[in-house]
């Protein structure tokens, strides 16, 4: 499985922006898919994921912000953010967990795109 993220790209302190991402290859392997950030001189952490069945998980921080929804009829993942915050400030990535056997299951992750908030 292949993801490519869009949608990155500066926006001020209370802007929107809303990030793609598409999965391609053997999406049938898809178990959940979601989305994590990285900002400078910080650890990747959970924004937002979605199971197979439609549950969604937000980080505390992004609750009512933040809305994670998933086309299968596309193969893709979108991540709409409202009211962002100068400390949104970070890479965006992509991650899908893959049941690739009975019991084993492994991570792939985008390349990422660059959200900038500017205050």
């Known amino acids: 499985v292949q993801l490519v993220e869009s949608g990155g790209g500066l926006v001020q302190a209370g802007g929107s922006l809303r990030l793609s991402c598409v999965a391609s290859?053997?999406?049938?392997?898809?178990?959940?898919i979601g989305w994590y950030r990285q900002a400078p001189g910080k650890q990747r952490e959970m924004v937002a994921t979605v199971s197979s069945g439609g549950s969604t998980n937000y980080a505390d921080s992004m609750k009512g912000r933040f809305t994670i929804s998933r086309d299968n009829a596309r193969d893709s993942v979108y991540l709409q953010m409202n009211n962002l915050e100068p400390a949104g400030t970070a890479f965006y990535y992509c991650?899908?967990?893959?049941?690739?056997?009975?019991?084993?299951?492994?991570?792939?992750w985008g390349q990422g795109t660059l959200v900038t908030v500017s205050s």
């Open positions: 991650k899908a967990l893959l049941q690739v056997s009975i019991e084993g299951q492994l991570g792939v």
């Open positions: 290859g053997s999406t049938y392997q898809i178990k959940a």
